[in-house]
């Protein structure tokens, strides 16, 4: 039986854990061949690991992304050994500082765009020309649902989000006619080994009992709307920014309370 991807490539960042490692081992399961990179390489070589034993082809590289000559160079080399690139997740990010507006840091501000935005940009800019070498592709952001309304306390986070749904709709119209597809996933809260590794049960407790679903998502429902995307069952989509978050960004405000 067919699946998805027999016969693709597939370059997926942020590959050693949560949404970006189940991303890597969905499209194996369906598959393309494997191109994996991330900071961590111990978690990164466990994926890939993983990969073989499935049975799909894998490439991986520690990668830091905001270096935009090695994003290139590892990207030449994908396409030289697999002959080129159909598919691309980009779910490499970090979550930048906590606190209100005015206590942010300057530099710490600047690190969390410079991942979240301009690594992201760096790898799309390699995506692109591999895709357009290729004749098409599809191409998966992962933003957040702090990409399409704010949250206190996370300022920087939540703007350098929102400036990745504006990278992905600005590039699903510049390439739409050359047949590369750019849309964004903005996942709600998910539970990935980082956050399960702190044990911190009651925010995530308190996230499941306010979202309309009652519960958080897991990191493989992350990936399989990522794998949808860049899937030709979604071939008339893009420039789209889905929040995948079990209703919470559509929930009705609660009003504030009243002092007593």
């Not at 933003?143 to 986070?157: D, H, K, P, T, V």
């Given at each position: 039986?067919?699946?998805?991807?027999?016969?693709?490539?597939?370059?997926?960042?942020?590959?050693?854990?949560?949404?970006?490692?189940?991303?890597?081992?969905?499209?194996?399961?369906?598959?393309?061949?494997?191109?994996?990179?991330?900071?961590?390489?111990?978690?990164?070589?466990?994926?890939?690991?993983?990969?073989?034993?499935?049975?799909?082809?894998?490439?991986?590289?520690?990668?830091?992304?905001?270096?935009?000559?090695?994003?290139?160079?590892?990207?030449?080399?994908?396409?030289?050994?697999?002959?080129?690139?159909d598919c691309a997740a980009n779910?490499?990010?970090?979550?930048?500082?906590?606190?209100?507006?005015?206590?942010?840091?300057?530099?710490?501000?600047?690190?969390?765009?410079?991942?979240?935005?301009?690594?992201?940009?760096?790898?799309?800019?390699?995506?692109?020309?591999?895709?357009?070498?290729?004749?098409?592709?599809?191409?998966?952001?992962?933003?957040?649902?702090?990409?399409?309304?704010?949250?206190?306390?996370?300022?920087?986070?939540?703007?350098?989000?929102?400036?990745?749904?504006?990278?992905?709709?600005?590039a699903a119209l510049e390439y739409?006619?050359?047949?590369?597809?750019?849309?964004?996933?903005?996942?709600?809260?998910?539970?990935?080994?980082?956050?399960?590794?702190?044990?911190?049960?009651?925010?995530?407790?308190?996230?499941?009992?306010?979202?309309?679903?009652?519960?958080?998502?897991?990191?493989?429902?992350?990936?399989?709307?990522?794998?949808?995307?860049?899937?030709?069952?979604?071939?008339?989509?893009?420039?789209?920014?889905?929040?995948?978050?079990?209703?919470?960004?559509?929930?009705?405000?609660?009003?504030?309370?009243?002092?007593?």
């Amino acid at each position: 039986m067919a699946r998805l991807f027999d016969g693709k490539v597939a370059f997926v960042t942020g590959a050693a854990s949560g949404i970006g490692r189940a991303t890597a081992l969905a499209f194996g399961d369906e598959g393309a061949r494997l191109a994996i990179a991330d900071l961590n390489e111990e978690g990164l070589a466990e994926t890939a690991r993983e990969l073989v034993a499935r049975g799909a082809s894998v490439l991986h590289q520690r990668l830091n992304i905001t270096d935009g000559a090695a994003v290139q160079a590892f990207m030449d080399h994908v396409t030289g050994e697999f002959g080129g690139l159909d598919c691309a997740a980009n779910v490499a990010a970090i979550q930048g500082p906590v606190g209100q507006l005015t206590e942010l840091a300057e530099a710490d501000f600047r690190a969390t765009f410079e991942v979240n935005v301009l690594g992201m940009w760096q790898c799309m800019r390699a995506e692109v020309r591999a895709m357009q070498a290729r004749g098409g592709g599809a191409i998966v952001n992962v933003a957040s649902c702090a990409g399409i309304r704010g949250f206190a306390r996370l300022a920087a986070y939540t703007a350098s989000k929102h400036a990745v749904v504006g990278l992905t709709r600005s590039a699903a119209l510049e390439y739409a006619r050359q047949n590369i597809r750019v849309n964004a996933v903005c996942p709600g809260f998910t539970i990935t080994g980082m956050i399960a590794a702190a044990g911190d049960r009651a925010n995530i407790e308190a996230a499941a009992e306010a979202n309309p679903s009652g519960r958080v998502a897991l990191p493989e429902e992350q990936a399989n709307a990522i794998v949808y995307l860049c899937s030709d069952k979604s071939t008339f989509l893009t420039g789209q920014a889905i929040a995948v978050d079990g209703g919470q960004t559509v929930q009705p405000a609660q009003p504030p309370r009243r002092q007593q």
